[in-house]
């Protein structure tokens, strides 16, 4: 996180997202912020909130995927949620503290993988001593049996013994396995259950035949969840999540009434009355203890087409300090988007087809007029943004996605001709296109 300047964020945004300056710049800063706040007295740091952003702009512009990259670039933990589900008939309130439960899981999740990989080395060393010792007989000698084993640690790494079969004592979890589904709010009760369980019917362990390979993968994973510390990754993952976890609330628009329309869905606002609490700051009851939601980054998002920020209640709009309007895409930002991100569709394509020996090639006129037909067809039809890129490519490759298997080695050019050739039928039947693009 220390490395991550404001200027290096949006410099890594731009690799996967094309335009959208000024909301790559604010959520680079709300994000710098978390780390200016961790250097303060503690004190003063409890006092400082998160900045929390509106971003408001038609689909498929780059909310969603601009958050996503955010908490991937940061290691923080990160979901996403429609605020819509939570307007679904058997709504209850409290089911808004799902999405901090969510959190908390990717959380635990996360600290786990990165601990196992911190351990990773001596738990594939403690692994193969004891996949040499499965395969070595109790039979040699001590100086014939160091010889030997060493040989066979040679053979194994070379990958010569991944086909033989050793028999291993497997672990198979009792009662700790067994998924009690607590009331919300009960989510203590409900691991206290589990370990009762776990208790009553302790851990059996079985013997397995199995191909060298196989075992090796289960010996290292007993071995990391012996050299990791359980209780401390609990702690360390409740800590990240506390401090630097991201709840993205997609659709928020649809929870906000118009000041015209205010009384004809009074559900819409008590979902932003039962959001409220969260986005403040509260406590939220998890299995894995209580989750402080005070300095919890929440980005929300919106096409606002017909509602707007001001139709929130004024106690929810006040938690989300930060707006940024993102501009629709036009023909320009589609030739950017197929040519310039890490991601590009035009690369994704040349791979998939790769496999099949199949050489994929764009030229520059082929991309403009999947640009301008793509910005044609948001135009004339719903405006899906970049998603529209899909569609078409979709479209135009259809028949050499079939056909790969049987034409190895081809070589194919999509050029400006093979595009219009491709598009024509939907060139031609206006109402066709509303259903296929």
Same mark, same amino acid.
């Given at each position: 996180?220390?490395?991550? *300047?404001?200027?290096?964020?949006?410099?890594?945004?731009?690799?996967?997202?094309?335009?959208?300056?000024?909301?790559?710049?604010?959520?680079?800063?709300?994000?710098?912020?978390?780390?200016?706040?961790?250097?303060?007295?503690?004190?003063?740091?409890?006092?400082?909130?998160?900045?929390?952003?509106?971003?408001?702009?038609? %689909?498929?512009?780059?909310?969603?995927?601009?958050?996503?990259?955010?908490?991937?670039?940061?290691?923080?933990?990160?979901?996403?949620?429609?605020? *819509?589900?939570?307007?679904?008939?058997?709504?209850?309130?409290?089911?808004?503290?799902?999405?901090?439960?969510?959190? %908390?899981? #990717?959380?635990?999740?996360?600290?786990?993988?990165?601990?196992?990989?911190?351990?990773?080395?001596?738990?594939?060393?403690?692994?193969?001593?004891?996949?040499?010792?499965?395969?070595?007989?109790?039979?040699?000698?001590?100086?014939?049996?160091?010889?030997?084993?060493?040989?066979?640690?040679?053979?194994?790494?070379?990958?010569?013994?991944?086909?033989?079969?050793?028999?291993?004592?497997?672990?198979?979890?009792?009662?700790?396995?067994?998924?009690?589904?607590?009331?919300?709010?009960?989510?203590?009760?409900?691991?206290?259950?589990?370990?009762?369980?776990?208790?009553?019917?302790?851990?059996?362990?079985?013997?397995?035949?199995?191909?060298?390979?196989?075992?090796?993968?289960?010996?290292?994973?007993?071995?990391?969840?012996?050299?990791?510390?359980?209780?401390?990754?609990?702690?360390?993952?409740?800590?990240?999540?506390?401090? %630097?976890?991201?709840?993205?609330?997609?659709?928020?628009?649809?929870?906000?009434?118009?000041?015209?329309?205010?009384?004809?869905?009074?559900?819409?606002?008590?979902?932003?009355?039962?959001?409220?609490?969260?986005?403040?700051?509260?406590?939220?009851? %998890?299995?894995?203890?209580?989750?402080?939601?005070?300095?919890?980054?929440?980005?929300?998002?919106?096409?606002?087409?017909?509602?707007?920020?001001?139709?929130?209640?004024?106690?929810?709009?006040?938690?989300?300090?930060?707006?940024?309007?993102?501009?629709?895409?036009?023909?320009?930002?589609?030739?950017?988007?197929?040519?310039?991100?890490?991601?590009?569709?035009?690369?994704?394509?040349?791979?998939?087809?790769?496999?099949?020996?199949?050489?994929?090639?764009?030229?520059?006129?082929?991309?403009?007029?999947?640009?301008?037909?793509?910005?044609?067809?948001?135009?004339?039809?719903?405006? #899906?943004?970049?998603?529209?890129?899909?569609?078409?490519?979709?479209?135009?490759?259809?028949?050499?996605?079939?056909?790969?298997?049987?034409?190895?080695?081809?070589?194919?050019?999509?050029?400006?001709?093979?595009?219009?050739?491709?598009?024509?039928?939907?060139?031609?039947?206006?109402?066709?296109?509303?259903? #296929?693009?």
């Amino acid at each position: 996180m220390s490395t991550l *300047t404001p200027r290096g964020i949006v410099a890594e945004l731009d690799k996967f997202v094309v335009g959208q300056e000024q909301a790559k710049r604010m959520v680079a800063v709300a994000v710098r912020n978390r780390w200016r706040r961790q250097h303060l007295a503690p004190e003063l740091r409890d006092e400082v909130s998160p900045k929390n952003i509106i971003m408001m702009g038609p %689909t498929g512009v780059g909310k969603t995927e601009i958050a996503r990259r955010l908490a991937k670039l940061s290691g923080a933990p990160f979901v996403k949620v429609e605020a *819509t589900k939570f307007t679904e008939v058997g709504y209850v309130g409290r089911d808004v503290e799902s999405m901090v439960r969510d959190l %908390t899981e #990717i959380g635990i999740n996360l600290v786990r993988d990165e601990e196992n990989a911190r351990v990773r080395k001596a738990a594939e060393a403690a692994a193969e001593s004891r996949l040499m010792d499965l395969l070595l007989p109790s039979s040699f000698g001590s100086e014939e049996r160091a010889s030997t084993r060493e040989k066979l640690l040679q053979q194994f790494r070379l990958g010569f013994l991944d086909d033989r079969e050793v028999e291993v004592d497997v672990t198979e979890q009792g009662g700790g396995s067994v998924d009690i589904f607590a009331i919300p709010g009960m989510e203590q009760m409900g691991g206290q259950v589990k370990d009762m369980f776990s208790k009553a019917f302790p851990p059996k362990h079985s013997r397995r035949k199995m191909k060298v390979r196989n075992a090796f993968a289960v010996l290292v994973q007993e071995e990391s969840g012996r050299l990791v510390d359980q209780e401390a990754l609990v702690d360390k993952a409740r800590e990240r999540v506390e401090q %630097t976890g991201i709840i993205f609330i997609d659709e928020i628009d649809k929870i906000a009434s118009s000041s015209q329309n205010r009384t004809s869905d009074i559900s819409r606002e008590g979902v932003q009355r039962d959001l409220l609490p969260i986005v403040e700051g509260s406590s939220v009851n %998890t299995k894995y203890g209580m989750i402080r939601t005070d300095h919890i980054l929440f980005i929300a998002a919106g096409a606002f087409h017909f509602s707007k920020p001001s139709d929130m209640i004024p106690e929810l709009q006040g938690r989300f300090p930060l707006r940024v309007e993102l501009q629709p895409l036009g023909k320009e930002e589609f030739l950017r988007i197929l040519k310039e991100p890490d991601n590009a569709l035009t690369k994704q394509y040349e791979a998939l087809l790769g496999t099949e020996q199949i050489r994929l090639s764009f030229t520059d006129d082929g991309l403009e007029e999947i640009a301008a037909f793509a910005e044609d067809t948001n135009t004339r039809t719903e405006n #899906i943004g970049a998603r529209r890129l899909y569609t078409i490519m979709e479209k135009i490759l259809a028949d050499i996605s079939f056909d790969a298997p049987e034409m190895p080695g081809a070589q194919i050019v999509v050029n400006k001709a093979y595009v219009e050739d491709h598009l024509q039928d939907v060139r031609d039947d206006q109402d066709l296109s509303q259903y #296929i693009l």
